[in-house]
Nanobody, 121 residues
């Protein structure tokens, strides 16, 4: 599966942004999808994941209650709605797919190119 994340952007503290991830390939609906983020000099950090059916979602404590992950298997799309953004959310965001949901980046094997999200204070 090939993944293509939408362009991120610059947003003020407290603002909202929605990232999209478009997938190609007929197996997309069988795959879990995750969002990770990374800042310079740091490990890639888990943000959220969603099961293949969309019935189960998981979030990092740092984004719980502010971010929402969803998917449309009919459209081969995954979304990350980010609300109440904080400067510490600034990072390059990646979408990825794998056989199961996981907090661990190594458990995923299909990665899209990253997209920059910048939250200004």
């Amino acid at each position: 599966v090939q993944l293509q994340a939408s362009r991120g952007g610059l947003v003020q503290t407290g603002g909202s942004l929605r990232l999209s991830c478009a997938a190609s390939g007929r197996t997309f609906s069988y795959l879990a999808v995750g969002w990770f983020r990374q800042t310079p000099g740091k490990e890639r950090e888990f943000v959220a994941s969603i099961s293949s059916s969309g019935g189960n979602t998981y979030y990092a404590d740092s984004v719980k209650g502010r971010f929402t992950i969803s998917r449309s298997n009919a459209r081969n799309m995954v979304y990350l709605q980010m609300n109440s953004l904080k400067p510490e959310d600034t990072a390059v965001y990646y979408c990825t797919s794998g056989s199961r949901t996981s907090y661990i980046a190594y458990d995923y094997d299909g990665w899209g190119q990253g997209t920059q999200v910048t939250v200004s204070s």
